[in-house]
């Protein structure tokens, strides 16, 4: 039988590690777009990142969800919630909504 303690504690554990995964794995693109985007050699800054944010994901994966697909379900879940957390947090601030100069719209 399953101790739902145990059971319960293994799911929050995996639950954040998916986070802290998708916090790496977002985050690091992140910076990655902001820094190569301006660097002389953008290439390398895309691949290498892909790779090695690539590998800590999936070793992350690996570990937790080693041979258990419910922790490995809700690993991937943690890592979806990461993801929108991510995005909600690098989003730059909306520009206020300034009304047009009086005159000629600017369509016309």
């Known amino acids: 039988m399953i101790d739902s303690g145990s ?3 293994g799911g ?9 995964l998708g916090v ?3 985050g ?3 910076l990655t777009v902001r820094h190569g985007a301006s660097s002389p050699t953008p290439a390398r800054w895309f691949m ?11 070793l992350g994966f690996y570990v937790i969800g080693a041979s258990q697909p419910a922790r490995l379900g809700i ?6 919630l990461a ?9 730059p601030a909306a520009a206020p909504i ?11």
């Open 12 to 20: 929050a554990v995996a639950l954040l590690a998916g986070g802290t």
């Open 98 to 108: 300034t009304p047009p100069a009086s005159g000629a719209p600017p369509c016309a």
């Open 48 to 58: 290498g990142s892909l790779f090695v944010r690539t590998a800590i994901v999936l």
């Open 7 to 9: 059971w319960a504690l």
């Open 28 to 30: 690091g693109l992140w």
């Open 83 to 91: 993801r929108a957390i991510v995005v909600r947090a690098t989003q």
């Open 24 to 26: 790496i794995f977002f």
């Open 75 to 80: 690993c991937m879940l943690g890592f979806l």
